[in-house]
């Protein structure tokens, strides 16, 4: 069973500068009903910045977001449900695009993310601004340094999502202001030099000595400055290595800051303490998951087993069902996966949808939703420390990261040679099988980058309708998707299949 939170947002207009025009900032902020009261003092300007990553989590984790969408047209996860837009995305061919118009059912998709990363962004933007003026926190200010530090890791974050997630954004901060009009956002490449930009200073703030409490990152223990640092810098290694919409932008990367970042990065999995809905809530994992709604993809299935499991299902009636694999090459389809020996969903939605496996891995956290739900797994670090040895020409010290990693402790599957192919190949096969449902667009991102996205997909997504409304932006509003729009930049022209 579903658990649905009821919560009732207060509406508060974030100022971060002294003109009185409306900011770009202007959205709804879910961390306090009275800004202006809630940074009178350095007490609450601490209790305010404890909400800055919980904001975040729940832009990027809501049904109400993008994360169902991302992960169906990614073929990681397979839904013919109209739920959350899971259907509209998940067409094959994929002809149908992402649509932007102010009627559409699913329109707030995508300004519901949009919103909470403006809402953490701009908090934390005032929370500095604040800070500016001389309010302190703790005795003398002793705990200025670590509400700076994680101010910043909002700023990076928030913006590190739109840049992944958006063809475009604004970038406005403490000090920075722009006009209100469309022209001021900037494309999402700019957005994400942003992102690293606050991310850098936070790698700074944190050299110093503190503690980021447990509930402000939703973790079972509190966090060190050290490990908030390394949580910091993977973070900018993910934005760099999954920003790029195509082959062409990923092998423009540079490689060596991106190794740089991952080698300093988590040394163990930034998990996520579900409570059950109360704050910490994966509730679109928790449909993506469930037993009657998300199945795992044929693609997914198919490189565990590839020899019994075929990589799509063939859409008519008289394709075979597979059977049950007895010696897959990866050990996990027998310990994550479950066989389904029948499909719930409907034949009249594209047989394509069907698949002989789900994942069953979080089925015991998701009876009550409480327990652990990893956010970044250890591996997808590994995954990125490897990425950047592959295309700095290190293969052998690729091979050795990904053969000492949960390929080889999880999987049993055999070494990967020094080889980029195959290096490759290997970092693809575990962003889809071991971080399934790990964070939000993973394997999107990675499809991404590769070309491998399924033609007339969108790369990117456009700002909203309802935003574009706010700026008298004519109809029809633009947007990225449809086969006739191929151009691999903004819609996919390559494929898988």
């Known amino acids: 069973m579903k658990i649905i939170k009821i919560i009732a947002f207060f509406s508060l207009v974030i100022l971060i500068s002294s003109s009185c025009k409306k900011n770009l900032l202007d959205v709804e902020n879910l961390n306090d009903p009275d800004f202006s009261k809630a940074i009178s003092n350095g007490e609450d300007v601490e209790n305010v910045a404890s909400g800055l990553f919980n904001t975040i989590y729940k832009g990027e984790h809501s049904v109400s977001g993008l994360a169902p969408v991302l992960a169906v047209s990614a073929d990681n996860v397979s839904c013919s449900w109209g739920n959350f837009g899971m259907r509209d995305m998940s067409y094959e061919p994929r002809n149908n695009g992402w649509n932007n118009s102010p009627s559409y059912s699913n329109k707030n998709l995508t300004k519901y993310l949009f919103d909470r990363m403006y809402s953490a962004i701009g908090t934390a933007s005032s929370l500095l601004k604040a800070m500016e003026t001389g309010i302190q926190v703790g005795e003398g200010g002793s705990g200025n340094q670590r509400v700076k530090a994680f101010s910043k890791f909002a700023q990076g974050v928030g913006y590190g999502n739109l840049a992944l997630v958006f063809d475009r954004a604004f970038l406005v901060d403490e000090k920075v202001t722009v006009e209100e009009k469309l022209e001021s956002a900037v494309p999402y490449n700019e957005v994400a030099i942003g992102a690293l930009k606050?991310?850098?200073?936070?790698?700074?703030?944190?050299?110093?000595?503190?503690?980021?409490p447990k509930e402000w990152l939703g973790t079972s223990t509190d966090y060190s400055s050290s490990e908030f640092k390394k949580l910091c810098n993977t973070m900018a290694a993910r934005i760099m290595a999954y920003t790029p919409r195509n082959r062409t932008e990923l092998a423009a990367v540079n490689w060596p800051k991106v190794k740089a970042y991952a080698d300093a990065g988590i040394t163990k999995d930034f998990t996520i303490i579900q409570d059950g809905?109360?704050?910490?809530?994966?509730?679109?994992?928790?449909?993506?998951?469930?037993?009657?709604?998300?199945?795992?993809?044929?693609?997914?299935?198919?490189?565990?087993?590839?020899?019994?499991?075929?990589?799509?299902?063939?859409?008519?009636?008289?394709?075979?069902?597979?059977?049950?694999?007895?010696?897959?090459?990866?050990?996990?389809?027998?310990?994550?996966?479950?066989?389904?020996?029948?499909?719930?969903?409907?034949?009249?939605?594209?047989?394509?949808?069907?698949?002989?496996?789900?994942?069953?891995?979080?089925?015991?956290?998701?009876?009550?939703?409480?327990?652990?739900?990893?956010?970044?797994?250890?591996?997808?670090?590994?995954?990125?420390?490897?990425?950047?040895?592959?295309?700095?020409?290190?293969?052998?010290?690729?091979?050795?990261?990904?053969?000492?990693?949960?390929?080889?402790?999880?999987?049993?599957?055999?070494?990967?040679?020094?080889?980029?192919?195959?290096?490759?190949?290997?970092?693809?096969?575990?962003?889809?099988?071991?971080?399934?449902?790990?964070?939000?667009?993973?394997?999107?991102?990675?499809?991404?980058?590769?070309?491998?996205?399924?033609?007339?997909?969108?790369?990117?997504?456009?700002?909203?309708?309802?935003?574009?409304?706010?700026?008298?932006i004519p109809l029809p509003f633009y947007t990225f998707g449809y086969i006739a729009n191929a151009d691999g930049k903004g819609t996919s022209n390559g494929g898988w299949r």
Request: hydrophobic fraction near 40%; aromatic fraction near 12%.
């Open 198 to 212: 606050y991310l850098d200073e936070a790698i700074a703030l944190s050299s110093g000595t503190f503690t980021i």
């Open 277 to 472: 809905a109360v704050k910490w809530y994966d509730e679109a994992s928790d449909y993506l998951l469930s037993d009657g709604w998300g199945i795992t993809d044929m693609y997914v299935v198919n490189m565990m087993d590839p020899v019994t499991q075929p990589q799509h299902w063939t859409d008519n009636a008289s394709f075979p069902y597979p059977p049950k694999s007895t010696n897959p090459i990866d050990k996990r389809l027998n310990t994550d996966y479950e066989y389904v020996p029948s499909n719930w969903f409907q034949a009249a939605r594209g047989y394509y949808h069907f698949s002989s496996y789900r994942n069953a891995r979080y089925d015991e956290m998701y009876v009550t939703a409480k327990g652990p739900k990893p956010q970044i797994m250890l591996s997808e670090n590994d995954m990125l420390r490897a990425e950047a040895r592959a295309y700095t020409n290190d293969l052998a010290g690729a091979a050795a990261i990904i053969n000492a990693g949960t390929r080889k402790t999880r999987g049993a599957m055999p070494d990967v040679a020094p080889v980029l192919a195959d290096i490759v190949k290997a970092m693809h096969h575990e962003r889809h099988v071991e971080m399934y449902t790990a964070g939000m667009g993973l394997q999107f991102f990675e499809m991404r980058k590769l070309n491998l996205l399924q033609k007339g997909t969108p790369l990117h997504f456009p700002l909203a309708a309802g935003t574009l409304e706010t700026f008298g």
